[in-house]
Antibody, heavy 119, light 111 residues
């Protein structure tokens, strides 16, 4: 059973960089069959796809966030990470990591972590 | 404003059949498979239907999906109280800046 777990600071100051890590167990980020993705959900609102990374390091980002997002992978630790720069209050959300299939179905999700942007 | 359009709310009584619609365009639903997610209160989304009509292991056959042209639908038959949740459709949008797009979500209330 694949499990994903997000970790990182729950509070980030405006203009700083949000950094989160997703640790995968029961599966490998080196699998060539899947992408590894980040999705976010502002409190009380809908889902927004942030982007994904492939084990080779190739990435694909939501165009609305592309200028501020970096997703990276550490195959030795079976982890992948998200960095979102120049955050504002609008970036306050629950951030989820997930496994994404080749047809873009998100079949395993982490429990999510709330990140609040506030001074 | 979401790329995929869903009704904000839906409701039904126990045992009824309800449907949730998802409308898109030729660059998304019209050219890519649709996936559906169920989000129970306070929990992470769960994959409910993938590739338009397929159910992951463990999802009851009361849940079914369909797609026609640039629209898709989720049907829930034999509605149960535990089906009260938010439902999201999603697909790949193959426009100039291709990415995964979600519908705005439909809150299903079991009366």
């Amino acid at each position: 059973q694949v499990q994903l777990q997000e970790s990182g600071p729950g509070l980030v100051k405006p203009s700083e960089t949000l950094s989160l890590t997703c640790t995968v167990s029961g599966g490998s980020v080196s699998s060539g069959y899947y992408y590894w993705s980040w999705i976010r959900q502002p409190p009380g609102k809908g889902l927004e796809w942030i982007g994904y990374i492939y084990y080779s390091g190739s990435t694909h980002y939501n165009p609305s966030l592309k200028s501020r997002v970096t997703i990276s992978v550490d195959t030795s630790k079976n982890q992948f990470s998200l960095k979102l720069s120049s955050v504002t209050a609008a970036d306050t959300a629950i951030y989820y990591c997930a496994r994404e299939g080749v047809k873009h179905d998100l079949d395993y999700w982490g429990q999510g972590t709330l990140v609040t942007v506030s001074s | 404003q979401s790329v995929l359009t869903q009704p904000p709310s839906a409701s039904g009584t126990p045992g009824q059949r309800v449907t949730v619609s998802c409308s898109g365009s030729s660059s998304n639903i019209g050219s890519s498979p649709v996936n559906w997610y169920q989000q129970l209160p306070g929990t992470a989304p769960k994959l409910l239907i993938y590739t338009n009509t397929q159910r992951p292991s463990g999802v009851p056959d009361r849940f079914s999906g369909s797609k026609s042209g640039t629209s898709a639908s989720l049907a829930i038959s034999g509605l149960q109280s535990e089906d009260e949740a938010d439902y999201y459709c999603a697909t790949w949008d193959d426009s100039l800046n291709a990415h995964v797009v979600f519908g705005g979500g439909t809150k299903l209330t079991v009366l």
